[in-house]
């Protein structure tokens, strides 16, 4: 005897296949770990470690690398961010790899900096911008405090107001207008032994000098943290809700990557002015 399908039961089953077709891919994101010659920070397995964490937690596909041929715009379009953990140097092997990155953030792309990034493609000033500035010293490594000084932005939620923790106080130059400041070094609370290099390195600054910082730079949306030196960092609750709040952020602002507004055939071409 054939079975008389159940209206309700077929509806549900059509509902559920519909559902599932709409249901979004997880957001990807690639971890990158490339250093150059020079120091290299023996942070990037704990940050890896960490970032692979968020990922589990918060239903995100996680892909590390420390290879540069991943810098190809084929490749690069299944990410909605890239984060560069303590990178250093020089990163890219070859201008066509450089300008897969710069076309990849001129079409929307997402960035996340962490700590040593400051010190990435030195020699590269579009780089350096996207950034926000290039590392110039850092104060030895020592308890201070960090000031949340933009509490409503979205990367700063369950970010302490006044943030007393171990780390290297960071400065840099060349820094970058567009940039918007979310935390600031309150260079009153470092010890004072190095006070000439403090004051050199400061520059016009007077007080308290740019720590994590976010800007929209052309086309592209980027958050920098200098903060993160010491590898416990990345099994502390605190400094892991300090990145995940600034990748939320970022993967919020991602709409996809759309090559057809990315505009530069050469990676070492001035910014676009709109």
Known sequence: MALIPNPM???VIG????????TKPLPRVLVYTKN?????HDNIPAAVACFQGLGKTHQIQVDVSDDPAVFAEANLAQYAALIFTSTNNDVFATDAQRLAFRRYIEGGGGFVGVHSVTGTERHWS???MMVGETFSWHAKFQPFRVLNIASSHPSMRDVPLKWEKEDECYFGKELYPGIQVLMMHDLSSLDGKQQDLLNQHSGSFK???PAVWTQNFQGGHVWVTTLGHDKSNYQDPIYQNHVWQGLKYILDSSNGIDYSKAHSIRFDEGIRVQ
């Open 207 to 209: 007080g308290y000098f």
């Open 15 to 22: 509902l559920f296949v519909f559902l599932c077709g709409l």
């Open 126 to 128: 579009w780089f350096k």
């Open 9 to 11: 039961r077929l509806l």
């Open 36 to 40: 150059g010659p020079g120091y290299v």
